[in-house]
């Protein structure tokens, strides 16, 4: 498959830096970037918070299990950055496996939480005081489904600034 027509996505925990990893490699693959998360926002008109209140988890989840199967079947290359609880479901699983080249942001949980930590009014699953054990035992959950759904993992280690990780993942994905 020529490189233009290649979708990758990015999966891993909540303040991995998905994102602004993402749109870094999107510009050096010279392909669009896509955001899960704000294609659901977009074609619900509300925020993730807003989605959580109004239809609870299970609303956002199919909407998301929605989104990533319309942006499977777009045309051409993409870079998509994923929500973490992308991998709680099992056809999302089989489509990032199938459809995408599927890499996982691995970063520990120490430091996510440190990355969280101001963050947490933003992701409704962590907007509580005991977000650090939530944020634990969701990581215990779902460090396996990563793993199953990604063909290449990144492990950031300490002092990696966002380039520093695009270039790592540049390197994993044209090895
Ligand atoms: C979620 C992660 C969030 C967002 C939603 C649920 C999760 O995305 O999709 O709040 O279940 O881990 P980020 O990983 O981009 O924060």
Redesign the pocket.
């Known amino acids: 498959m020529r490189s233009s027509e290649r979708k990758f996505a990015l999966i ?5 830096g ?2 602004c990893i993402g749109k870094i490699l999107a510009s050096r693959l010279g392909l669009p970037f896509a ?3 704000h294609e ?1 926002e977009r074609a619900r008109g509300s925020s ?2 807003g989605i ?1 209140q109004h239809e609870g ?1 299970a609303g ?1 989840r199919l909407l ?1 299990e929605k989104a990533l199967s319309d942006l499977s079947g777009r045309r051409g290359g993409l870079v998509l ?6 991998v ?1 479901s099992p056809a999302n699983r089989a489509l990032l496996s199938r459809a995408f080249t599927t890499v996982w942001v691995d970063v520990p949980l120490p430091e996510l939480l440190r990355r969280l930590e101001g ?1 947490r009014k ?4 962590l907007d509580s005081d005991d977000y650090a054990e939530k944020a634990a035992s ?1 990581m215990e959950a ?1 460090r396996p489904l990563y793993g199953e759904s990604s063909s290449l993992i990144y492990r950031w280690t300490e002092g990696e600034s966002t380039n520093d990780s695009a270039s790592a993942i540049m390197e994993l994905i044209s090895g």
Request: aromatic residues 10%.
């Open positions: 891993g925990f909540m303040g991995s998905k994102s955001d899960l998360d659901i993730i918070s959580f988890e956002f998301e950055s994923c929500g973490g609880g992308i709680m963050e933003k992701r409704p699953l969701l779902r």
